[in-house]
T-cell receptor, first 114, second 112 residues
């Protein structure tokens, strides 16, 4: 079955450590996105990528970095510069950025930093 | 600035008690309005896309409608398995990124 796989499901890190969240899709979608979800807030866009080797900052990119070396993969690194990293992180993809096709989401990674 | 507001924040219904969830939006030209369902600890699951005022879409007990300023998700005779958080999102014509603007969601609890 086609879909988006995020790993791990839960991640615990000490403050000051960088951590990388994995996102893989086998939907052959061009566009991929990272959103952050906090209680009582809507999903907020961190980074997006429209094509391999290209990515753009979203609304809350500070303290995060991404890469897009393969069409299928869009890992997110949460750096020590991110002030409030504890959150639920969601990866999504869509056929392409220009159509109004819906986003398809993975099942998220819950990151806890202490 | 594009904006989405959902109400109520939480809704409790008895099984079989129909109701509606509201999504009010401000966008400079609507390309699409999306409804998602999210279960605890899971990613959002796509339900509907609406493109223009007057459009309606149905799926089982759910029916989504759209006006120029808001969308409603009507739930008819809900069952406990309809309990979830329902998210609304919009995409504006000015967006060339596919980016969606999300509301905070409405958490629905259906009691047997």
């Amino acid at each position: 079955d086609g879909g988006i796989t995020q790993s791990p499901k839960y991640l615990f890190r000490k403050e000051g450590q960088n951590v990388t969240l994995s996102c893989e899709q086998n939907l052959n979608h061009d566009a991929m996105y990272w959103y952050r979800q906090d209680p009582g807030q809507g999903l907020r866009l961190i980074y997006y990528s429209q094509i391999v080797n290209d990515f753009q900052k979203g609304d809350i990119a500070e303290g995060y970095s991404v890469s897009r070396e393969k069409k299928e993969s869009f890992p997110l690194t949460v750096t020590s510069a991110q002030k409030n990293p504890t959150a639920f992180y969601l990866c999504a993809s869509s056929i392409d950025r220009q159509s109004n096709s819906p986003l398809h989401f993975g099942n998220g990674t819950r990151l806890t930093v202490t | 600035e594009d904006q989405v507001t959902q109400s109520p924040e939480a809704l409790r219904l008895q099984e079989g008690e129909s109701s509606s969830l509201n999504c009010s939006y401000t966008v400079s030209g609507l390309r699409g309005l999306f409804w998602y369902r999210q279960d605890p600890g899971k990613g959002p699951e796509f339900l509907f896309t609406l493109y223009s005022a007057g459009e309606e879409k149905e799926k089982e007990r759910l029916k989504a409608t759209l006006t120029k300023k808001e969308s409603f998700l009507h739930i008819t005779a809900p069952k406990p398995e309809d309990s979830a958080t329902y998210l609304c999102a919009v995409q504006g014509v000015a967006s060339n990124t596919g980016k969606l603007i999300f509301g905070q969601g409405t958490t629905l609890q259906v009691k047997p």
